[in-house]
Protein backbone atom coordinates (compact mmCIF):
# COMPACT_ATOMS: atom_id res chain seq x y z
CA UNK A 1 0.00 0.00 0.00
CA UNK A 2 1.35 3.45 -1.04
CA UNK A 3 0.70 6.85 0.88
CA UNK A 4 1.73 10.18 -0.89
CA UNK A 5 3.30 12.63 0.94
CA UNK A 6 4.36 16.24 0.21
CA UNK A 7 7.15 17.90 1.56
CA UNK A 8 7.52 21.07 -0.31
CA UNK A 9 7.35 24.19 1.76
CA UNK A 10 7.60 22.57 4.78
CA UNK A 11 3.84 20.90 4.60
CA UNK A 12 3.07 17.36 4.86
CA UNK A 13 -0.53 16.18 3.72
CA UNK A 14 -2.08 14.10 5.95
CA UNK A 15 -2.22 9.96 6.14
CA UNK A 16 -4.90 7.91 6.72
CA UNK A 17 -5.10 6.96 9.79
CA UNK A 18 -4.30 2.98 9.42
CA UNK A 19 -1.48 1.06 11.11
CA UNK A 20 0.69 -0.78 8.46
CA UNK A 21 3.04 -3.91 9.41
CA UNK A 22 6.11 -4.73 8.34
CA UNK A 23 7.46 -2.07 5.52
CA UNK A 24 5.25 0.72 3.89
CA UNK A 25 5.96 2.66 0.90
CA UNK A 26 5.83 6.33 0.47
CA UNK A 27 6.31 8.29 -2.60
CA UNK A 28 7.63 12.17 -1.96
CA UNK A 29 7.19 14.67 -4.03
CA UNK A 30 9.59 17.55 -4.13
CA UNK A 31 8.17 20.50 -6.03
CA UNK A 32 6.33 24.01 -5.87
CA UNK A 33 3.16 22.62 -5.38
CA UNK A 34 1.39 19.51 -3.61
CA UNK A 35 -0.99 16.87 -3.38
CA UNK A 36 -4.66 17.29 -1.72
CA UNK A 37 -4.83 13.92 0.31
CA UNK A 38 -7.76 12.61 2.53
CA UNK A 39 -8.77 9.24 3.91
CA UNK A 40 -9.93 8.33 0.77
CA UNK A 41 -8.36 9.58 -2.30
CA UNK A 42 -5.42 11.70 -3.24
CA UNK A 43 -5.53 14.36 -5.78
CA UNK A 44 -2.88 15.07 -7.87
CA UNK A 45 -2.43 19.17 -8.41
CA UNK A 46 1.10 18.82 -10.01
CA UNK A 47 4.16 17.63 -9.81
CA UNK A 48 7.91 17.61 -10.82
CA UNK A 49 10.10 14.94 -9.19
CA UNK A 50 9.35 11.95 -6.56
CA UNK A 51 11.01 8.80 -5.65
CA UNK A 52 9.84 6.20 -3.36
CA UNK A 53 11.29 4.58 -0.35
CA UNK A 54 10.02 2.50 2.14
CA UNK A 55 10.20 2.14 5.91
CA UNK A 56 9.47 0.35 9.13
CA UNK A 57 6.24 1.33 10.69
CA UNK A 58 8.03 0.79 14.17
CA UNK A 59 10.68 3.01 13.77
CA UNK A 60 12.43 3.47 16.97
CA UNK A 61 14.65 6.39 16.33
CA UNK A 62 12.86 9.58 14.75
CA UNK A 63 14.13 13.11 15.40
CA UNK A 64 11.49 15.99 16.58
CA UNK A 65 9.94 17.03 12.82
CA UNK A 66 10.52 15.28 9.64
CA UNK A 67 13.76 15.77 7.84
CA UNK A 68 13.23 12.92 5.48
CA UNK A 69 10.82 10.52 3.89
CA UNK A 70 12.59 7.73 6.33
CA UNK A 71 11.50 9.70 9.43
CA UNK A 72 7.94 9.77 9.21
CA UNK A 73 6.04 7.44 10.68
CA UNK A 74 1.92 6.19 10.18
CA UNK A 75 0.41 8.02 12.52
CA UNK A 76 -2.70 5.08 14.79
CA UNK A 77 0.91 1.98 14.65
CA UNK A 78 0.91 0.81 18.52
CA UNK A 79 4.59 1.01 19.35
CA UNK A 80 6.57 -0.13 22.15
CA UNK A 81 7.68 3.19 23.26
CA UNK A 82 4.13 4.45 22.71
CA UNK A 83 3.58 1.90 25.62
CA UNK A 84 6.38 2.90 27.70
CA UNK A 85 5.34 6.61 27.37
CA UNK A 86 2.51 6.07 29.28
CA UNK A 87 3.92 5.44 32.40
CA UNK A 88 3.59 7.74 35.31
CA UNK A 89 4.75 11.67 34.44
CA UNK A 90 5.76 11.08 30.85
CA UNK A 91 2.39 12.40 28.62
CA UNK A 92 4.84 12.89 25.33
CA UNK A 93 2.53 10.89 23.58
CA UNK A 94 -0.91 10.28 23.61
CA UNK A 95 -2.96 7.07 25.84
CA UNK A 96 -3.83 4.76 23.25
CA UNK A 97 -7.23 4.65 25.10
CA UNK A 98 -10.42 6.97 24.00
CA UNK A 99 -13.03 8.48 26.37
CA UNK A 100 -15.47 5.85 26.84
CA UNK A 101 -19.16 6.61 25.79
CA UNK A 102 -21.46 8.54 27.31
CA UNK A 103 -23.25 6.20 28.70
CA UNK A 104 -19.90 4.23 30.55
CA UNK A 105 -19.75 4.90 34.12
CA UNK A 106 -16.34 6.74 33.75
CA UNK A 107 -18.12 8.81 31.05
CA UNK A 108 -17.02 12.93 31.61
CA UNK A 109 -19.45 14.47 32.77
CA UNK A 110 -18.16 17.83 32.03
CA UNK A 111 -16.39 18.09 29.01
CA UNK A 112 -12.65 19.47 28.92
CA UNK A 113 -13.12 22.72 27.44
CA UNK A 114 -16.10 23.07 30.02
CA UNK A 115 -14.16 22.28 33.12
CA UNK A 116 -15.02 24.33 36.41
CA UNK A 117 -11.45 24.79 36.76
CA UNK A 118 -8.18 24.90 34.79
CA UNK A 119 -7.08 21.02 33.82
CA UNK A 120 -3.42 20.18 33.52
CA UNK A 121 -2.26 18.14 30.76
CA UNK A 122 -2.36 15.11 33.48
CA UNK A 123 -5.61 16.10 34.25
CA UNK A 124 -6.54 15.77 30.47
CA UNK A 125 -4.28 12.71 30.26
CA UNK A 126 -6.28 10.75 32.93
CA UNK A 127 -9.77 11.54 31.73
CA UNK A 128 -8.93 9.60 28.34
CA UNK A 129 -8.62 6.39 30.86
CA UNK A 130 -10.52 4.28 32.52
CA UNK A 131 -10.38 3.17 35.86
CA UNK A 132 -9.02 -0.34 34.94
CA UNK A 133 -5.35 1.70 32.86
CA UNK A 134 -4.89 4.20 36.01
CA UNK A 135 -1.76 3.86 37.52
CA UNK A 136 -1.89 4.73 40.99
CA UNK A 137 1.18 6.77 42.91
CA UNK A 138 3.28 4.88 45.25
CA UNK A 139 4.69 6.35 48.06
CA UNK A 140 7.88 5.99 47.05
CA UNK A 141 6.78 7.63 43.77
CA UNK A 142 5.11 10.74 45.83
CA UNK A 143 8.45 10.90 47.43
CA UNK A 144 10.32 11.48 44.48
CA UNK A 145 7.67 13.77 42.83
CA UNK A 146 7.41 16.07 46.31
CA UNK A 147 11.29 15.94 46.43
CA UNK A 148 11.74 17.12 42.78
CA UNK A 149 8.85 19.59 42.81
CA UNK A 150 6.87 17.75 40.12
CA UNK A 151 3.48 18.58 41.48
CA UNK A 152 2.01 18.99 38.19
CA UNK A 153 2.13 14.69 37.94
CA UNK A 154 -0.26 14.24 40.92
CA UNK A 155 -3.59 13.11 39.16
CA UNK A 156 -6.41 11.46 40.53
CA UNK A 157 -8.04 8.46 39.59
CA UNK A 158 -11.02 8.87 36.14
CA UNK A 159 -13.97 8.75 37.81
CA UNK A 160 -12.73 10.69 40.90
CA UNK A 161 -11.47 13.11 38.85
CA UNK A 162 -15.12 13.14 36.50
CA UNK A 163 -16.64 13.21 39.77
CA UNK A 164 -14.80 16.08 41.24
CA UNK A 165 -15.32 17.94 37.84
CA UNK A 166 -19.16 17.72 38.45
CA UNK A 167 -19.51 18.42 42.25
CA UNK A 168 -17.35 21.27 41.85
CA UNK A 169 -19.69 22.81 38.71
CA UNK A 170 -22.85 22.04 41.15
CA UNK A 171 -20.73 23.92 43.96
CA UNK A 172 -20.01 26.56 42.23
CA UNK A 173 -23.80 26.94 40.72
CA UNK A 174 -24.98 26.46 44.38
CA UNK A 175 -22.62 28.42 46.70
CA UNK A 176 -21.14 31.07 44.12
CA UNK A 177 -17.75 29.93 44.62
CA UNK A 178 -15.91 26.82 45.92
CA UNK A 179 -14.69 29.90 48.84
CA UNK A 180 -18.12 30.21 49.79
CA UNK A 181 -18.92 26.57 49.87
CA UNK A 182 -15.16 26.18 52.45
CA UNK A 183 -16.98 28.80 54.84
CA UNK A 184 -19.92 26.79 55.18
CA UNK A 185 -19.06 23.91 55.52
CA UNK A 186 -15.37 23.13 56.94
CA UNK A 187 -13.49 25.81 57.83
CA UNK A 188 -14.06 27.25 61.46
CA UNK A 189 -16.69 29.75 62.25
CA UNK A 190 -14.93 32.09 64.54
CA UNK A 191 -13.18 32.72 61.04
CA UNK A 192 -15.74 34.65 59.72
CA UNK A 193 -14.98 35.44 55.80
CA UNK A 194 -11.91 37.09 54.08
CA UNK A 195 -9.93 38.78 54.24
CA UNK A 196 -9.06 37.17 57.61
CA UNK A 197 -7.04 38.50 60.59
CA UNK A 198 -5.02 36.39 62.07
CA UNK A 199 -3.63 36.07 65.53
CA UNK A 200 -0.17 35.62 64.28
CA UNK A 201 1.32 36.54 60.87
CA UNK A 202 3.32 33.84 61.08
CA UNK A 203 1.82 30.71 59.67
CA UNK A 204 1.09 27.71 62.17
CA UNK A 205 2.40 29.81 64.75
CA UNK A 206 -0.78 30.14 66.66
CA UNK A 207 -3.44 27.02 66.89
CA UNK A 208 -6.46 28.84 66.27
CA UNK A 209 -4.93 30.19 62.84
CA UNK A 210 -5.25 26.70 61.29
CA UNK A 211 -7.65 23.72 60.87
CA UNK A 212 -6.76 20.25 59.93
CA UNK A 213 -9.26 18.53 57.68
CA UNK A 214 -9.09 15.11 55.94
CA UNK A 215 -9.46 15.96 52.04
CA UNK A 216 -12.28 15.25 50.69
CA UNK A 217 -11.12 14.31 47.28
CA UNK A 218 -7.38 12.98 47.56
CA UNK A 219 -5.20 11.93 44.28
CA UNK A 220 -5.02 8.37 43.18
CA UNK A 221 -2.80 7.00 46.29
CA UNK A 222 -2.18 3.42 47.10
CA UNK A 223 -4.11 1.73 49.67
CA UNK A 224 -2.35 3.00 53.29
CA UNK A 225 -2.07 6.36 52.27
CA UNK A 226 -4.28 9.14 53.76
CA UNK A 227 -4.66 12.71 52.19
CA UNK A 228 -4.59 15.50 54.81
CA UNK A 229 -5.34 19.35 54.48
CA UNK A 230 -4.36 21.93 56.79
CA UNK A 231 -6.00 25.19 56.35
CA UNK A 232 -4.89 28.42 57.37
CA UNK A 233 -5.79 32.01 57.65
CA UNK A 234 -2.18 33.35 57.94
CA UNK A 235 -0.61 34.06 54.57
CA UNK A 236 1.65 31.74 53.17
CA UNK A 237 4.33 33.97 51.24
CA UNK A 238 5.22 32.30 48.02
CA UNK A 239 7.48 33.98 45.12
CA UNK A 240 6.37 35.68 42.00
CA UNK A 241 7.24 33.11 39.68
CA UNK A 242 5.30 30.34 39.51
CA UNK A 243 3.45 30.80 42.97
CA UNK A 244 6.00 28.41 44.99
CA UNK A 245 7.00 28.63 48.44
CA UNK A 246 9.83 30.95 49.08
CA UNK A 247 12.61 29.27 51.48
CA UNK A 248 11.38 31.33 54.15
CA UNK A 249 7.87 30.09 54.18
CA UNK A 250 8.68 26.38 53.19
CA UNK A 251 11.34 26.23 56.14
CA UNK A 252 8.25 27.23 58.03
CA UNK A 253 5.52 24.78 56.70
CA UNK A 254 8.37 22.46 57.55
CA UNK A 255 8.78 23.35 61.03
CA UNK A 256 5.16 23.00 61.71
CA UNK A 257 4.96 19.39 60.12
CA UNK A 258 7.60 18.41 61.67
CA UNK A 259 5.91 19.49 65.06
CA UNK A 260 2.30 18.22 64.31
CA UNK A 261 2.45 15.16 62.55
CA UNK A 262 6.16 13.70 62.92
CA UNK A 263 6.63 14.17 66.41
CA UNK A 264 3.39 12.80 67.01
CA UNK A 265 4.46 9.30 65.12
CA UNK A 266 7.56 8.89 67.51
CA UNK A 267 10.87 7.17 66.25
CA UNK A 268 10.38 6.61 62.32
CA UNK A 269 7.82 9.12 62.04
CA UNK A 270 10.07 11.07 59.12
CA UNK A 271 9.40 8.08 57.03
CA UNK A 272 5.22 8.13 57.34
CA UNK A 273 4.77 12.04 56.39
CA UNK A 274 4.95 13.95 52.99
CA UNK A 275 3.97 17.31 52.74
CA UNK A 276 3.57 20.08 49.85
CA UNK A 277 1.93 23.49 48.69
CA UNK A 278 0.68 23.33 45.45
CA UNK A 279 2.02 26.10 43.63
CA UNK A 280 -0.86 28.83 42.67
CA UNK A 281 -1.70 27.49 39.07
CA UNK A 282 -2.33 24.18 40.37
CA UNK A 283 -4.47 25.10 43.18
CA UNK A 284 -8.54 24.79 42.37
CA UNK A 285 -9.11 26.81 45.59
CA UNK A 286 -6.84 29.38 45.49
CA UNK A 287 -8.82 31.83 47.39
CA UNK A 288 -7.70 29.93 50.82
CA UNK A 289 -4.36 29.46 51.95
CA UNK A 290 -3.48 25.24 52.58
CA UNK A 291 -0.99 22.61 52.46
CA UNK A 292 -1.37 19.40 51.84
CA UNK A 293 0.29 16.21 53.98
CA UNK A 294 0.24 12.79 52.59
CA UNK A 295 0.84 10.13 55.94
CA UNK A 296 1.71 6.42 55.31
CA UNK A 297 0.72 3.42 57.66
CA UNK A 298 -1.18 5.83 60.26
CA UNK A 299 -3.29 4.47 63.19
CA UNK A 300 -7.00 6.05 62.71
CA UNK A 301 -6.80 6.80 66.25
CA UNK A 302 -4.16 9.20 65.52
CA UNK A 303 -5.60 10.85 62.01
CA UNK A 304 -9.12 11.59 64.06
CA UNK A 305 -6.44 13.43 67.08
CA UNK A 306 -5.28 15.30 63.92
CA UNK A 307 -8.51 16.62 62.70
CA UNK A 308 -10.78 17.01 65.57
CA UNK A 309 -12.75 20.15 66.04
CA UNK A 310 -11.41 22.71 68.68
CA UNK A 311 -13.00 24.86 71.29
CA UNK A 312 -10.84 28.00 69.60
CA UNK A 313 -12.49 27.17 66.19
CA UNK A 314 -16.22 27.77 67.21
CA UNK A 315 -17.63 30.54 66.90
Known sequence: MA????????RVASIPKICLRGYATVTCCF???YFASSHSYTTLVKQETSRTTSFRCHNTSRPKYPTSPSDLRVPGCETRERKNAQKMGDIALPPLSKQPPANHPNADPNPVDESPFPLTAVDKWVLSQTDEEFSYHSWEELRT????????????????LRRYMKWTAETKASYGSMTNYLLAH??????????????????????SDYCVLLND?????EPGITHIVVWTRTAIATDHDKGDMTPESRKIVGDFVKRYFVDRLGSGGEDKVLYFKNWVALQSVRALEHIHVLVKDVDPAIIEEWTQVHEWHKA
Open 186 to 207: RLPKAWGAPPFTPVSDIPFADP
Open 145 to 160: LIQNNDLSVLKRKPSD
Open 31 to 33: DEY
Open 217 to 221: WPYGF
Open 3 to 10: AIISLSRH
